[in-house]
């Protein structure tokens, strides 16, 4: 783990990108921005554990964030799978707490580390702050009634379907794409054991899907949509 006060060229892009940006001028985007540090880290790295008492709230700049809960026999949950751009924990912003699950780096990650306590004045100082934050907190909110909606009205083959529908690239009446990470991650992004997400894309053979490592193309966007 490394921590820098300096925001590089890719760091400053991504971060005005996030939703926690949106809606800033120049001088409160610079307020916010000064409350953060760069944090760099190796794979599997451990940010906080569940319980811990919360300084930062953090956004992706690069790389992958994994939130987890456990239940302290040694099995875990996947809460989430945050990707860049994305931020994370920024409700404690409003109550002295604790963190309420876990975050790990899948992989090489760079992420913004905004200091909790440096920023609770800038939402009276600067109130369009306290409202991109809390934009950014409505759409967690809906992202997670869509999964939990998901996981009970949906089957595997439907979730995988549903994700590649989303993020593939229409050439007509084909599509495709390419994961961009392993289809473990995929996994644990839609709440699937991994014999599960394999047992999901051979029943989407018959949809047309053909999968090769991280490609993946569909023949017939239509007949995927109909599933």
């Given at each position: 783990?490394e921590?820098t006060?300096?925001?590089?060229?890719?760091?400053m892009?991504?971060?005005?990108?996030?939703?926690?940006?949106?809606?800033?001028?120049?001088?409160?985007a610079?307020?916010l921005?000064?409350?953060?540090?760069v944090?760099?880290?190796d794979p599997?790295e451990?940010?906080?554990e569940?319980g811990?008492?919360a300084?930062?709230?953090?956004?992706?700049l690069?790389?992958?964030?994994?939130?987890?809960?456990?239940n302290?026999?040694?099995?875990?949950?996947?809460i989430?799978?945050?990707?860049?751009?994305?931020s994370?924990?920024e409700?404690?912003?409003?109550?002295e707490?604790?963190?309420?699950?876990g975050?790990?780096?899948?992989?090489?990650?760079v992420l913004?580390?905004?200091d909790?306590?440096?920023?609770?004045?800038?939402l009276?100082e600067?109130?369009r702050?306290?409202?991109?934050?809390?934009?950014?907190?409505s759409?967690?909110?809906?992202?997670?009634?869509?999964?939990?909606?998901g996981?009970?009205?949906?089957?595997?083959p439907?979730r995988v379907?549903?994700?590649?529908?989303t993020h593939c690239t229409e050439?007509g009446?084909?599509?495709s794409l390419?994961l961009?990470?392993p289809k473990?991650?995929?996994?644990r992004k839609?709440?699937?054991?991994?014999?599960?997400l394999?047992?999901?894309?051979?029943t989407?053979?018959?949809?047309g899907?053909?999968v090769r490592?991280?490609a993946?193309?569909?023949?017939?966007?239509?007949?995927l949509?109909q599933l």
């Amino acid at each position: 783990m490394e921590r820098t006060p300096t925001f590089g060229g890719h760091e400053m892009t991504m971060l005005a990108g996030a939703d926690i940006m949106t809606g800033l001028d120049q001088n409160e985007a610079a307020a916010l921005r000064a409350c953060a540090t760069v944090r760099l880290c190796d794979p599997h790295e451990i940010l906080f554990e569940e319980g811990e008492r919360a300084a930062y709230f953090y956004c992706v700049l690069s790389g992958y964030i994994r939130l987890y809960r456990s239940n302290g026999d040694n099995r875990f949950a996947d809460i989430r799978i945050c990707e860049p751009g994305d931020s994370f924990a920024e409700c404690l912003i409003h109550a002295e707490a604790i963190y309420p699950y876990g975050a790990q780096a899948v992989d090489d990650s760079v992420l913004a580390c905004f200091d909790i306590a440096r920023v609770r004045p800038l939402l009276d100082e600067r109130p369009r702050i306290g409202k991109a934050i809390m934009r950014s907190l409505s759409l967690h909110l809906i992202s997670t009634m869509e999964c939990l909606a998901g996981d009970r009205m949906q089957t595997a083959p439907q979730r995988v379907a549903h994700y590649l529908l989303t993020h593939c690239t229409e050439n007509g009446a084909a599509a495709s794409l390419r994961l961009p990470f392993p289809k473990g991650l995929l996994a644990r992004k839609l709440g699937l054991a991994p014999e599960a997400l394999s047992r999901a894309f051979s029943t989407l053979k018959t949809a047309g899907v053909t999968v090769r490592g991280r490609a993946i193309a569909i023949s017939n966007v239509d007949v995927l949509r109909q599933l």
